[in-house]
């Protein structure tokens, strides 16, 4: 009797246990709407974690995730921002997705003391629709961040619900949202500016007179990559909401809109793809995506293969020709030095010899220098004789071509020697 009631006891304490985890996994599940074709966002914050208060600066960390999957899906992306200190989630849910439920996963990291802590985001999908004609345009004053406010994006509709798109008031939404950087702008000069932001509004409804008066005033600015320096018509609405837009990446885009709007170059693949989508159905097409989102693995035969050989023989070949040449041209000219060196370190008989005469080792030269290749240098010989109080030049044999000076005649000095002493 007393072991059945221990082990009834036993089986209540578990069944009590099992309870308390399951309202607590239940409790940690937040539900969340989204429909395919317009943008989901979702803001994560400490609350959902129950922690209150935040000590230091970004105290907490969050990673979401698909459940049983290590990342988000194609189509999600997460980011941080420090100016609110929480996360956001953002997307446009595809077609493929209508009406299923996929189950978020999102783990939170308190840097104070190590706590995770996670809880789960149960998503459904409702179906609907893509909006036909789309109206793409960048502000550059706002960041991502900002057009998670309702509020600026309830100004923004009303821009086009109100006055430039009247038809879209019914069903006007916004359908893609991302960051210039992401989209593959540049980071601004300074930090302070902000990056910008690429906005898209869908509607089912027929794009007005002045969106497509719009469109033919700033057509012309497409061939450049940035013009925020550029004011149109219709400046003065956005600005007094606080938008600014860069007109050159205004567009329509819509089932009536001409193709060369949308494509400046008509090689490029974009263009090519979208008129084979209009030439196929639109079964077909949504086929084609649905195989392009799906990533498939590589097989270890498909790998591609390299050839090093040609690369070796380029890398040692090249740099072997060119020592080649180089020792070529060192060896043949130092060879031609080498032989215009031995030629003039022997002189002929034609070079000319410089003469001087020195009649005293405190006077000037008497004569001129001479050159014994000069002809007139035997017939002058005379008057240099003349000239000097002794004879100067002197030759050893008479078969002997040249002269040759006499060295200076040596010129002691003379003592005197006296007896007594002068008076």
């Known amino acids: ?15 009590l246990l099992c309870t308390s985890i399951v309202k607590s996994t ?16 979702f803001k994560i914050e400490p609350s959902m974690f129950n922690w209150t208060h935040q000590v230091i600066n970004e105290q907490f960390r ?79 004053n706002l960041n991502w961040v900002h057009l998670m406010d309702p509020g600026r994006v309830e100004n923004l509709r009303n821009i086009f619900r109100k006055d430039l798109w009247p038809e879209s ?17 540049r980071l601004p000069l300074r930090p302070q500016q902000h990056e910008g932001v690429i906005v898209h509004l869908g509607s089912f409804a027929k794009f007005s007179d002045r969106l497509n008066q719009l469109q033919e005033e700033v057509r012309p600015l497409y061939k450049l990559p940035s013009c925020t320096y550029k004011r149109t018509s219709v400046q003065k609405i956005f600005e007094n909401v606080g938008f600014k837009l860069d007109w050159c990446a205004f567009k329509m885009v819509g089932t009536e809109t001409d193709p060369a709007v949308l494509h400046h170059n008509h090689d490029s693949e974009s263009f090519k793809a979208n008129n084979a989508n209009k030439v196929m159905g639109q079964s077909e097409a949504m086929n084609m ?19 090093y050989i040609d690369e070796f023989a380029f890398a040692f070949a090249i740099p072997t020709v060119l020592f080649g040449l180089l020792c070529g041209i060192l060896t043949a000219t130092l060879c031609f030095k080498h032989h215009k060196f031995y030629k003039d370190s022997y002189p002929t008989t034609s070079s000319t010899v410089q003469m001087v005469q020195y009649s005293d080792t405190n006077s000037q030269p008497v004569t001129t220098l001479k050159s014994l290749k000069d002809p007139n240098c035997l017939l002058d010989n005379t008057s240099v004789r003349s000239q000097s109080p002794t004879s100067f030049y002197q030759t050893e044999s008479p078969s002997n071509t040249y002269l040759r000076p006499k060295p200076p005649p040596y010129k002691g000095g003379s003592l005197t020697r006296t007896s007594g002493v002068d008076i």
């Not at 072991?3 to 304490?13: E, R």
């Not at 995506?289 to 693995?297: E, L, P, Y």
């Open 169 to 185: 008031e019914p069903d006007l939404s916004l359908v893609f949202m991302e960051s210039a950087i992401n989209m593959g702008g």
């Open 62 to 140: 969050y990673t979401p995730s698909l459940k049983s999957y290590p990342d988000l899906p194609s189509w999600m992306r997460y980011m941080y921002s420090q100016e609110h200190h929480a996360g956001f989630l953002y997307g446009t849910p595809p077609a493929r997705l209508a009406s299923k439920k996929i189950i978020l996963e999102i783990i939170a990291l308190n840097k104070q003391n190590y706590e995770t802590r996670h809880c789960e985001l149960v998503l459904t999908i409702a179906s609907k629709f893509h909006a036909p004609n789309v109206v793409q345009m960048k502000i550059d």
């Open 289 to 307: 995506k649905r195989r392009a989102d799906r990533w498939h693995g590589m097989a270890r035969d498909e790998v591609p293969t390299r050839n």
């Open 26 to 41: 239940s409790s940690n599940q937040i539900l969340g709407q989204a429909s395919v074709g317009e943008l989901y966002t």
């Open 1 to 15: 009797m007393y072991s059945k009631s221990k082990i009834f006891l036993c089986l209540s304490t578990t069944l």
